[in-house]
Structure formats: C-alpha cells, structure tokens
C-alpha cells in the first residue's frame, strides 16, 4: 500500500505543479492581453484630443505665405523657422528646391539621425510634391510634439518647373452620388503591440512600422473609380471614407461611401464603423487632409491609403474652389545643397556661380496637357495649368492671344496644329505677366507680336510685385514689335477684331480682344473668374481704374457674347456682372473701414464678410489682398 500512497501522492503533486503553472501562464496572458488593449485606448485618446484641435494649428500654409513672410525675411525668421524638403533627395538636389530648405526623405523622417537635425525650438515648414508626403510628416511630428506646417500643394503650388511629376489635369468629373450611406456593423477594434510604455514613444514605434511597410500612402482616382465600378464583388476588400464635413458629404460623395468628419474619426463609435480586415480609402477636398487621416488610421492598426488629390480628382464641382489647386507661383528655387541659388518667376537663373543642372524629370513637367475647345466661328480656346489662350485659326492664318511659359511651346503648336496646319501669323500679348508673355520668343521668329506700349516697356524692366513676385527682363527677341495706345483694329479670318486698352485696372497694360463676328471677348486677368482680381499695383494697377474698367466692359459687352478671362472656366455676361459685383462689395467693405479712421491692422484683422471665404483673392492672401486695396484707395500705394 505504500508504493500505492507514494503513486497518488506523486500525481497529485504533479496535478498542483500543472495548476499553478497554468494559473501563472493565465495570467500572465491575461496581464500581457489587457496591457495591449491599454495601449490602443491610450494612443486613440491620444490621438482623438489632437484631432479635435488640429485645425486650430493651422496645418496648411499657403506657398505666398511661405514666400512673403518666412523666405524674403529670413535673416529674421530663421531662427523661428527650418524649412524641410521630404522629396527624393534626387529631386531636391538636381530639380530644386525651396530657399534654405534642408533635404528628409518622408520615409526617414521618425530615423534618429532626421530627427536630431529637426530643431523642436522651431517651427517646421514641410513640403513635398503635392502635399502629400508632407501631410504623413506633419501628422507623425505634430502627434510627437513638433509645432509644424504643411506646404499647401507642395512644389506644384511653388514652382512647376522643379515639380519633375504631372500636375493635377483638372479633368476629374466622375459621377458622385447623394445617397447618405450608413455603416450597418459594428467591427471589433485593432489591437496595438508594443514593446514602448510611453505614448509617444509608442507613436514613433508605430510611426517607423508604416512607414518601412510596402505599398504606396495613396490610391489613383481612376483606380477607386475601377474598385467602385465592381462594387458588388469588391466591397468585402474596401470600405471608402468621406473625410469632409457633413454638408459637403451631402453635396454629393464617391458613390458607396460613408462619411466621418476627419476631427472625429479616432472616436469610438466612429472607429468600429471601420473593419480592421479591409481595405480603408479615404478622401478629403483635395487629398492633404486625407492623407492625415490615412496616417492616424495607419497608426491605429488598419489599412488605408488616401485618394491622391481627393474629391477635386473625382469630380472638382464638388469641391470649393479656394480649396483646389490655382496653379503655380513659380517662385524662386536653389539647386544642389548651396543657399542662396535659385531661379526667379521667369525660370532665368538669379546667382550662382554656377548653371544650375537641368532637372531630372523635367520632362514629366511637359507631359501635363493642353485642353482645346471650340467656342465659336473661327475662335478656339487653349487652356493649360489654369491659363487660357485664344486663337483665331482660318484661311489667313492664325492670331493667338498669349503665349503661356517657354515649356508649353511644343504642346501649344501642336494642338493649334491638329486644327489647321497654317503659320502663326500674329501674337498678343493681353498685359506683360510671365505666364502670358514667357513663350513670346518661340513665336516671334514667324509671328508678329503685338501689345500695349506699357506692356513693352515693362518687359524691358525687372520687376518686383507689392506682394513679392519678382519679374525679370525678357529677351529682345520676345519683346512686341507693334505697339499700341487706346485702339487696333486687325482685319483677319473675315473678322474686324478690335483690341482696346481702357485705364489702369489690373495693371497698366491691359488689351481686351473683341471678335464682333464670332461673339468672343478676351479679357485677360482684368477678369479672373470665381475669384477676386489680382492688382499689381507695381505694374500700374489701380483699384478703382479697374472697377471703372468693368463698368464699361459690362456696358459694351453684349448679352450673347462669350466671356473668356485670364484664368478660369469660359464665362458669360451673368458672370461678369458677379466678378464685378463681389469685386466691389469687398472694396466698399475697406473703404467703409478707412472712412471710419481704421487703421489698416484694424482692417486687415477685421478681415472680409464670411462670403469669401469662398471666393478668394488670386494669387494672394486675404490680408495681403487688404493691404494693396486699402493703401491703394488711400493713395499710398
């Protein structure tokens, strides 16, 4: 019986070992599971008291913002600012880059060695090519406490020419639907491991997983637009996002998604609308934000990718208009790692020492396409990254109406080519601003170039802009060879076209081109369409020259007629009528203010009604815009 007592004893021995090994493995797992989840609910809170501040901090700058407070005033703003590149070194190097800026690939932006050459004391200004790289740097820094900005449009919005990607086509008009979706299931939550007890060392151990993953951050419009076409066999991999506010969503969405505000998308309720195991594609206005949503999501252990360029790349009708791209500054860059190299607005070197190289894919620039449309008779219309051309094409030849810049050349001859294979026989100029005069020499060995006197004459000068723009001389042999003071009048393709130059307006220089016969008006930028007029007074613009301009065009002008502006959609009387009525309600705005002995902080810090928020000045700043009209209407300017 002993040998029996001491075999049950050892069992039961090895039954309590088992036990208490098991208990401990228990909980241990327990311990170690409940940790994890602690994790997640400790970034998404983290995370989510971000997001409902984000806005507050401003996180996209503007490129005139950029270029007027922080690059001419850098001996005084470079120890408050370090402006970063995130492109391709390559791209910084050989295409160009921002002024001062140092070079940190997005992908090595949480690397120690990116980090301790970013200063915490400063504030960082982030660019890239569209902004879309800078938006996953400036999420990733500002969630571990970097005070940073995002470069609005990246380099597409600074300088085409050193881009090397094709700029936004502004072709998108994919359906969109008005249906309010709803996600019907509740999904579990991710689980985030870490290694990291503290929060933010547990966002850079997260950070450094996305951004070593494979995959591109952002999808193709015309790939969601294949994955939306096949919904019914694609829905079990995507879900789609509408990151934008409710009423936009409203307005109308890429069919089949569901909308989640962007500030509250780390909420709860909000996140297990998402399914951990599909695919997640978000889409904002104009991709920026998406792309800061995409990253928190990413942070937060699901898999999204951001539409590039967002709804102004499905169907830009739906987006507002002071939130989609209006073309490049074209603002001085440097080249290789030496500050202080750059090219200026006109793409002519400014200093160096050396010839700056030529850009790696500048090629990929010429690519972006010239939209041709026939408005009426003999008269077509051109438009290429937001500017339009005009030409009469019939037996005579052809009469174009500005030339663009030196690269659109090619594209310009051949598309006018594909309507009639005849020479170019006159050229226009509507006023002496690079984009509408910089082609001028390709065309002048075959092509009479005519313009206002003024126009000449400034062409011969460099110019410098109130608000900063910097013009350089053109060459002699684009300079016009016929110029004009008050009237001309070309007999041409069975037309009288008439060009008139009225006063000071937009600048001093202004030719408006009538084509009685085919209906047509060519306005240049005396009318911008959807947006407030651009005045350079330094060109001899003038206030309220220019609102005595419109009412004369408005009153000769007829009814029927075709409206073109410099820039913008093809428009009509109606809209003519509008520009000139928003155009002076916000004048009588500042002069109301000046009468009252307002000062211009005073004024500019009033700003303009809410109205125009969406409808903006072009080619500036509201306060910037304020400052030239209120010192304009008061002669100081």
């Known amino acids: 019986m002993k040998p029996q007592v001491s075999g049950r004893l050892s069992i039961a021995l090895i039954l309590i070992f088992i036990a208490v090994i098991a208990t401990s493995i228990r909980s241990n797992g327990i311990t170690n599971l409940k940790d994890t989840i602690n994790?997640?609910?400790?970034i998404r809170a983290y995370i989510q008291a971000w997001?409902?501040?984000?806005?507050?901090?401003?996180?996209?700058?503007?490129?005139?913002?950029?270029?007027q407070t922080i690059v001419d005033d850098w001996s005084n703003?470079?120890?408050?600012?370090?402006?970063?590149?995130?492109?391709?070194?390559?791209?910084?190097?050989?295409?160009?880059?921002?002024?001062?800026?140092t070079n940190i690939y997005w992908i090595d932006i949480i690397n120690d060695d990116s980090l301790a050459r970013m200063s915490s004391d400063k504030t960082l200004i982030l660019y890239c090519y569209y902004g879309h790289g800078?938006?996953?740097s400036y999420?990733?820094?500002?969630?571990?406490?970097y005070e940073c900005h995002s470069l609005d449009f990246g380099m597409m919005a600074w300088n085409l020419d050193a881009l090397v990607k094709e700029p936004w086509d502004r072709k998108a008009d994919y359906d969109v639907e008005v249906h309010v979706n709803e996600s019907k299931e509740?999904?579990?939550?991710?689980?985030?491991?870490?290694?990291?007890s503290d929060t933010k060392n547990i966002i850079k151990e997260l950070a450094s997983k996305y951004l070593s993953g494979e995959g591109s951050p952002v999808i193709l419009p015309s790939d969601v637009k294949t994955i939306i076409d096949n919904w019914n066999s694609k829905k079990v991999e995507y879900q789609v996002v509408d990151v934008r506010t409710k009423i936009e969503f409203e307005t109308g969405h890429i069919p089949h998604s569901i909308n989640i505000p962007l500030a509250k998308i780390a909420e709860i309720n909000n996140l297990k609308k998402l399914d951990p195991k599909r695919t997640i594609i978000i889409y904002s206005e104009n991709g920026q934000m998406g792309q800061l949503g995409t990253t928190v999501l990413n942070l937060l252990g699901y898999n999204a990718v951001n539409i590039k360029f967002g709804m102004m790349d499905w169907n830009k009708a739906y987006v507002d208009r002071s939130k989609q791209w209006d073309g490049s500054a074209r603002y001085p860059v440097e080249y290789g790692n030496v500050t202080g190299t750059g090219v200026n607005y006109m793409g002519t070197q400014m200093k160096s020492t050396d010839s700056p190289p030529v850009p790696a894919k500048q090629n990929d620039v010429e690519k972006a396409e010239i939209t041709t449309t026939h408005l009426s008779g003999s008269i077509y219309l051109f438009e290429r990254e937001g500017l339009n051309m005009v030409a009469s094409i019939g037996d005579d030849g052809i009469l174009l109406i500005d030339t663009h810049f030196k690269r659109s050349y090619s594209l310009l001859a051949e598309a006018i080519k594909r309507i009639k294979d005849v020479s170019i026989k006159f050229v226009i100029n509507t006023h002496y601003h690079p984009d509408?005069?910089?082609?001028?020499?390709?065309?002048?060995?075959?092509?009479?170039?005519?313009?206002h006197t003024n126009t000449r004459e400034l062409l011969q000068q460099k110019v410098k802009t109130y608000d900063g723009m910097e013009f350089t001389p053109l060459r002699k042999e684009g300079l016009p060879i016929i110029t004009f003071e008050n009237e001309l009048n070309i007999y041409f393709n069975n037309e009288k076209i008439k060009l008139k130059y009225y006063s000071k307006g937009h600048t001093d220089n202004d030719v408006v081109i009538f084509f009685p016969r085919s209906k047509v008006v060519v306005m240049g930028d005396i009318f911008r369409h959807q947006c407030l007029p651009y005045l350079d007074i330094t060109g001899g613009g003038s206030v309220l020259g220019l609102i005595s301009n419109l009412e004369k065009l408005l009153n000769e002008i007829p009814d029927d007629w075709t409206i073109v502006p410099g820039h913008g959609p093809v428009a009509n009387k109606t809209d003519l009528q509008n520009y000139?009525?928003?155009?002076?309600?916000?004048?009588?705005?500042?002069?109301?203010?000046?009468?009252q002995g307002k000062s211009l902080d005073d004024v500019k810090q009033a700003g303009l009604p809410e109205f125009y928020k969406s409808y903006p000045p072009s080619a500036v700043e509201i306060e910037m815009w304020i400052e030239i009209v209120y010192r304009n209407l008061k002669g100081e300017i």
């Open 77 to 101: 703003q470079m120890d408050k600012y370090q402006i970063v590149s995130v492109r391709k070194p390559d791209d910084y190097n050989n295409a160009g880059h921002i002024q001062y800026a």
């Open 436 to 451: 509408h005069v910089d082609g001028n020499e390709n065309f002048a060995k075959s092509s009479v170039i005519i313009a």
């Open 134 to 136: 800078s938006m996953i």
């Open 39 to 42: 994790k997640f609910e400790t």
């Open 580 to 595: 000139y009525q928003r155009f002076i309600d916000a004048v009588s705005h500042i002069q109301k203010q000046l009468d």
């Open 51 to 67: 997001l409902s501040e984000v806005d507050t901090h401003k996180p996209i700058i503007s490129s005139s913002y950029l270029k």
């Open 139 to 145: 999420t990733i820094l500002s969630l571990l406490g």
């Open 186 to 196: 509740s999904y579990l939550l991710p689980v985030i491991a870490s290694s990291q």
